[in-house]
């Protein structure tokens, strides 16, 4: 790979770290905020909903024809392949046990045109998947097989 340049390349997700799909930030400055619902930016200081929502970042394996990577997925590309938001996905596995260890299991083997790139940031230290595409034609995101999975109607 070459240093500091995006690139482009098939791959097939070998892997999903679904201990932790998203994370909670203000609302307006999208600052990281603990994961205690109570807790509120110090800096907006916001009195209206919302005041916060979640934002994917998803850790996955990926494998091209040459070798395999870490990735990092932030909210934009995570949402390709969630078909949602990252709250609305947390408020699923609220209700639905194993939702997110269905969602990996779901994703794993899929293939995609990925576009990665080396942070920008020094201490940042996982590859980032920029943009993907899905590759299968009956790719659908994972919330979508999950709600059949689990008998929800969407809404
Ligand atoms: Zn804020």
């Given at each position: 790979?070459?240093?500091?340049?995006?690139?482009?390349?098939?791959?097939?997700?070998?892997?999903?770290?679904?201990?932790?799909?998203?994370?909670?930030?203000?609302?307006?400055?999208?600052?990281?905020?603990?994961?205690?619902?109570?807790?509120?930016?110090?800096?907006?200081?916001?009195?209206?909903?919302?005041r916060?929502?979640?934002?994917?970042?998803?850790?996955?394996?990926?494998?091209?024809?040459?070798?395999?990577?870490t990735?990092?997925?932030?909210?934009?590309?995570?949402?390709?392949?969630?078909?949602?938001?990252?709250?609305?996905?947390?408020?699923?596995?609220?209700?639905?046990?194993?939702?997110?260890?269905?969602?990996?299991r779901?994703?794993?083997g899929?293939?995609f045109k990925?576009t990665?790139?080396?942070?920008?940031?020094?201490?940042?230290?996982?590859?980032?998947?920029?943009?993907?595409?899905?590759?299968?034609?009956?790719?659908?995101?994972?919330?979508?097989?999950?709600?059949?999975?689990?008998?929800?109607?969407?809404?």
């Amino acid at each position: 790979m070459e240093a500091n340049k995006p690139t482009t390349m098939m791959c097939t997700v070998v892997g999903v770290d679904h201990t932790c799909f998203s994370y909670r930030a203000c609302s307006v400055c999208e600052r990281t905020l603990p994961d205690d619902p109570s807790s509120l930016c110090r800096f907006c200081n916001l009195t209206a909903f919302p005041r916060t929502k979640r934002f994917f970042r998803i850790l996955m394996s990926i494998a091209s024809d040459t070798n395999v990577f870490t990735v990092i997925c932030f909210d934009r590309v995570a949402k390709v392949l969630f078909g949602c938001s990252a709250d609305e996905f947390f408020d699923f596995a609220k209700f639905h046990p194993f939702a997110a260890a269905n969602a990996s299991r779901i994703l794993e083997g899929e293939m995609f045109k990925m576009t990665i790139s080396k942070p920008k940031n020094g201490n940042a230290q996982h590859l980032r998947a920029v943009q993907v595409t899905p590759l299968r034609t009956g790719f659908q995101p994972a919330i979508v097989t999950l709600r059949e999975l689990y008998g929800v109607r969407s809404s």
